[in-house]
């Protein structure tokens, strides 16, 4: 059973910036896509970014620009770079770790923006 952790989630002003962070209990490598995902109060989970093992990542169409995926393989994270943020980003984000189409799930961290 894999371990998903999230960390870096808070309160900022819109045009701020955040960068979240998940540590994986396991070799990132062993999964084919390492993604991101957020759900706001009230709407369904949807994906924000997507980076696989080898391969272009990809981003939803709102957040193209602004937020940047990375991976450092050595330590087993993934981070979510989030510049210039908008109040309609606020959500809780999730990282997830795909594998042969079996994702597992961290616990989510809150991002808010508002001012």
């Known amino acids: 059973q894999v371990q998903l952790v999230e960390s870096g989630g808070g309160l900022v002003q819109p045009g701020g910036s955040l960068r979240l962070s998940c540590a994986v209990s396991r070799n990132i490598l062993s999964f084919n896509t390492m993604e991101w995902h957020r759900q706001a109060p009230g709407n369904q989970r949807e994906s924000v970014a997507v980076i696989p093992s080898t391969g272009i990542t990809t981003y939803a169409d709102s957040v193209k620009g602004r937020f940047t995926i990375s991976r450092d393989n050595a330590e087993n994270t993934v981070y979510l770079q989030m510049n210039s943020l908008k109040p309609e980003d606020t959500a809780v984000y999730y990282c997830?770790?795909?594998?042969?189409?079996?994702?597992?799930w961290g616990q989510g961290t809150q991002v808010t923006v508002s001012s």
């Open positions: 997830a770790a795909n594998q042969l189409g079996v994702t597992s």
